[in-house]
Structures are given as structure tokens and as C-alpha cells.
């Protein structure tokens, strides 16, 4: 009886064959292909669900000259038979059903295309409307129901081969049987790299999702030198909801073109000792700052981009006769630094004179000494003569 089944269904694909370019041609409201916009984590029933127009010819048993198609991404979180019903929302008609284990790093779509990954297929007998793996909902189109394992991905294909049903519902067995959930998003961990290292493949538990970040393709191919240096939150995303999951990692880049100073100079310009120079440096970091700081806790703050050489100010530093260290250092590469001193000059030793003792009326002048300019108080000119027209003793300084 199987065999004449088999043969009549056979007879009138051969009908269908004849039409089926037509049907395709005016079916501009399916999606193209194969996708993985569709997933169940969720026990019970779920859809309904529309078809597609077909992708590249999958499996063992699917003809693939259908009107349409469908494609499901299911995660397994329980071993067991996989007892799983697919219904149409029509009672007559053949729905086929091939069902493909997805490999570790594989993406879904791309799994099909291989008939090794193939677990189950499903060349429906009865045109009823529905196809069964196992033997829990009583559809007359039914097989055995293969043995999934906890973490595994796959993708379900439905051939809706006669047309008569325009969605359909998914359901699985209760526990023992295979159950599903969602997605494992977590992303491989990356250790730090340099930003001349060339882009990497980022990976994540269950593939075929997509990527999001500084540096980063959707695909997942992250590219130091675009990033650029620092810490980078990067974004796995996968599933539609509610059957979506999400996972970050940060990427530390870090500089490998080593940042050097490679001459910083200074020298006091003026008798206020302010100190000048310049900065020369290759390889700075992109961002951060540069500081220039003297021995007296001075600073002049220069922000990114940096752009070689630098020239540099530091006002009013103390007359004291001493070295005086002037540092310069990038805060975001901490490596690169260098320092310069210079002498500063000392405070002079300067006399104003004897004192003096004149009678009042008289002329008196007053000289200092020991420095090269002299401000007295009082009007007095420093070596011009002034009259005593003060009885007393009177300072001048």
C-alpha cells in the first residue's frame, strides 16, 4: 500500500511540475530562500508560520518543486526523541519535512547543503495536511523520531509540496521527549591584541547571528587597526524574539607601533624664569593626553591628536639656583616618556647701600648694588640725587 501511495503522489508531482514556474513567478510576497529569521524556544505550539520560496535543493527526499517552503532554527535543551508535529492550516495536502543537524560554527542555511548533516526525512504518505516524527500526535504522515542531544542547533525544512496550505504550526512531544530553548550567545573570549595585528574571526556558542561594535563587520571579522587602540564592547546578537539572546566581550587593542620621545629641550627665557621647548615623539597613542610638568608641579596639559613637535610653556618657576626636572609623559601609554632639566638661575645678592646720616635741606643720593636694574620706594631714583625734607629717620628700600 505504501509503494501505491508513494506512486500517485509521484503522478500528480508530475502535474505540478508543469505549473510550477508560474505559481513562482507571482508569488512576490515571500521572503527569498533560505533564512534563519524564524526560531522556537518556547514549549507547546508555535506559529503559525508562512512559507517561503525555496532555496538551494536540500536533502534526501524533499523534490523542491513545490510552490514553497519554510525553514526553522530550533535549540535543543533536552535530550531526547525528537517527537515533532507539523500541521498546516489545511487538512489535505502533502507537507514534506527534512530535518538537518547544524555542526558547531556552521551557519544553518549552510548546513543543509550538506545531506551528511541530515538526521530525518520525511517524504510525506498521506495528503493530510501534516508530517510527524514519531508517533505522539497521529498524523498519518509519520516516521521514527531521531535522538537529538542537549545543545544541539537544527534546521527544519518544510516543503509545502501540494500548496494547499498557506502556513502551519509547530509543535513538539511533551518531556521525555526533545525539548527546546534559546540560543547560547556566549562569544569565545579574545585576549588583548596589538593594533597592527591583522582582523580576526570573533565566534560565538551558536552561530549565525550578528555582530556589533567599534572594529567590528557583521559577520563577526574584527579589524584592530579600524578600531583602534583601547577597550572595545563588542555585541553578539542571534535569534528574533522572543527567541533572541545576547552577549558582550571587551577587546583590549593596545599600541605595538612603541611610542617614543624622541628629544624634549627647555631653557629659561627671561629673568621671571620662565621655561620653554620643544617635544618631539613618534608612534603617540590616539587619544589621552600629553603633559609637560616641572620640578615645582607645573603643568601644561596638551590633548589627543598629537601631532609632533610640540612646543611648551612653563611660567614663573622659582629662582632657587638649582636643576629643575621638566617631564613629559602621554597618560595613555604611561611607557612614554622622557625628561630634560635645566638650571635655573639664583635669586642675586643685592646691597642698597650704608646708611646715611645728612641734615635736613641737603642733597643725598642712593646707589644699589649687586644687581643689574634697581625700583626704589619713595620716588627715589636709583643714583639721582633728592633732598632731605623729612626731619627723622626714614627707610627706604
Known sequence: MLYKVFHIKHLIKLFFVLIIGVFLSIDSNFAQGCNTNVTICTPGVAGPFTFNTPGPAVSTCLDFIGPNYAYI????????????????NATTGFLDV?????PQGVDPCVATLNTANQIGCNYAIAASGCNQFGTFFGCPSFIPAPNVTAGD?????VENWSGSSNSFTLQLGPPPAAQTGP??????N????????PSIQLSAATVGGTWSGNGVSSNGLFNPSSAGIGLHTITYSIGVAPCDAQDQITIDVQNCNACSIDNITSSVTNCNVDVTGSISFTNPPSSGQLIVEDCFGNQQVFNAPFNSPIAYSLSSLVSNGQNCTVDAFFTDDLACTASTSVQLPSLPTVDAGADQSVCIGSSVTLSGSGATSYLWDNGVIDGVSFTA???GTTTYT
Open 73 to 88: 532554527v530550533l535549540y535543543i535543551t533536552q535530550s531526547g526523541p525528537l517527537e515533532i508535529l507539523i500541521d498546516g
Open 98 to 102: 527534512a530535518i538537518f543537524n547544524v
Open 153 to 157: 542547533v537544527l534546521m527544519i525544512v
Open 183 to 188: 540560543p547560547d550567545p556566549t562569544i569565545t
Open 190 to 197: 579574545v585576549s588583548a591584541i596589538c593594533n597592527t595585528d
Open 389 to 391: 625734607s623729612t626731619l
